[in-house]
């Protein structure tokens, strides 16, 4: 089983400020099958890049996927109120997922 | 508009069994693959069930195997999640998940309840 690990845990920051999330694979994964989704309190989480680095419909060009290999990065380049939230990447491999535990990006 | 609804959550004992539902519309669920996701209070999310659209293929996580199977009900358009053997630690929000062929998956339900406790 592929082990996803992101960092930080928390990021703190505030608005307006770029905020960069790491996710890094315990073995390499396919760039087609890497995404990442945002999740807000109480809400289902929402796809926001896939294919480590293609927007999904009605996604902001300020989020930015990058990456390959055993690590992709999530770039979100001047944090807007709305963006604070838990971001999780997750993989795709052998009818098998597996998600990150998340990186909390909250207002400093 | 493209839609999933669950239902079928609720609270049980340890041991129970429950039937999770999902609903689609504004598509053809049996037409997509799709994913079941759980999330335990305060925590992360966890991939548990698979169904391929085109064959009756599944696969589990490890640890809902052989407690937990997947099946579809073309004529209501929706997709049933039968949890057996209930252990506390399936107590979680249970999402159902369109997945798409690179194993993205572009849409959630809402997501329904699941207590597991005595």
């Known amino acids: 089983e592929i082990v996803l690990t992101q960092s930080p845990g928390t990021l703190s920051l505030s608005p307006g400020e770029r905020a960069t999330l790491s996710c890094r694979a315990s073995?390499?994964?396919?760039?087609?099958?890497l995404a990442w989704y945002q999740q807000k309190p109480g809400q289902a989480p929402r796809l926001l890049i896939y294919?480590?680095?293609s927007r999904a419909t009605g996604i902001p060009d300020r989020f930015r996927g990058s990456g390959s290999g055993t690590d992709f990065t999530l770039t979100i380049s001047r944090l807007e109120p709305e963006d604070f939230a838990v971001y999780y990447c997750?993989?795709?491999?052998?009818?098998?997922?597996?998600f990150g535990q998340g990186t909390k990006v909250e207002i400093k | 508009e493209v839609q999933l609804v669950e239902s079928g959550g609720g609270l049980v004992q340890p041991g129970g069994s429950l039937r999770l539902s999902c609903a689609a519309s504004?598509?053809?669920?049996?037409?997509?693959?799709m994913n079941w996701v759980r999330q335990a209070p305060g925590k992360g999310l966890e991939w548990i069930s698979y169904?391929?659209?085109?064959?009756?293929?599944?696969n589990h996580a490890d640890s809902v195997k052989g407690r937990f199977t997947v099946s579809r009900d073309t004529a209501k358009n929706s997709l049933c999640l039968q949890m057996n053997s209930l252990r506390a630690e399936d107590t979680a929000v249970y999402y159902c998940?369109?997945?798409?062929?690179?194993?993205?998956?572009?849409?959630w339900g809402k997501g329904t309840t699941v207590t597991v406790s005595s």
């Open positions: 169904t391929l659209s085109i064959s009756s293929f599944i």
């Open positions: 073995q390499s994964v396919s760039s087609s099958n």
């Open positions: 997750q993989q795709y491999g052998s009818s098998m997922w597996t």
């Open positions: 294919g480590a680095s």
């Open positions: 504004g598509f053809t669920l049996s037409a997509y693959d």
């Open positions: 998940a369109r997945v798409r062929p690179s194993g993205y998956m572009d849409v």
